[in-house]
């Protein structure tokens, strides 16, 4: 009974996980819901790509996405946003939209690496313990 019980747990954890999609697969994030780094900073520059996966979890909140602490795009799910910085190291984060349902968690940020003439791609995941940010992996 015991071994019946942890298979439907972890079928059900499993379930609510959200699911990594490829770049191409995924939509850009809507204008009117990027607020910053669009344009490409005079001298050298790199771009910084964030990807948020597909999948029921979170699917009904939106994401904000924050480059040292300024707020910087709301992403839904199956969206991708890109944003032009100077280089060097700076923190990017991700927290929930909103209030109600989608609010109270905490962000989650990461040092992100920006080099000139460069993207770097980040992805936000989420499942049953909450939304994270971290590399891109392709999984093809």
């Known amino acids: 009974m015991k071994l019946v019980m942890s298979m439907s747990m972890a079928t059900l954890l499993v379930g609510c996980a959200s699911s990594a999609i490829p770049i191409s697969q995924t939509e850009p994030v809507p204008r009117d819901e990027l607020y910053a780094f669009q344009t490409k900073p005079a001298g050298e520059s790199g771009k910084i790509t964030v990807i948020r996966d597909s999948g029921m979890v979170g699917s009904g909140c939106d994401i904000v996405v924050y480059v040292d602490g300024r707020k910087v795009a709301k992403v839904g799910t199956g969206q991708r946003a890109s944003f032009y910085l100077p280089p060097g190291n700076p923190s990017i984060g991700a927290g929930l939209a909103g209030s109600g349902l989608c609010g109270g968690a905490a962000i989650r940020t990461i040092s992100a690496n920006v080099k000139s003439g460069k993207e770097s791609l980040y992805r936000i ?14 999984y093809q």
């Open 125 to 138: 995941s989420g499942d049953m313990s909450g939304f994270f940010i971290g590399p891109y992996v392709d």
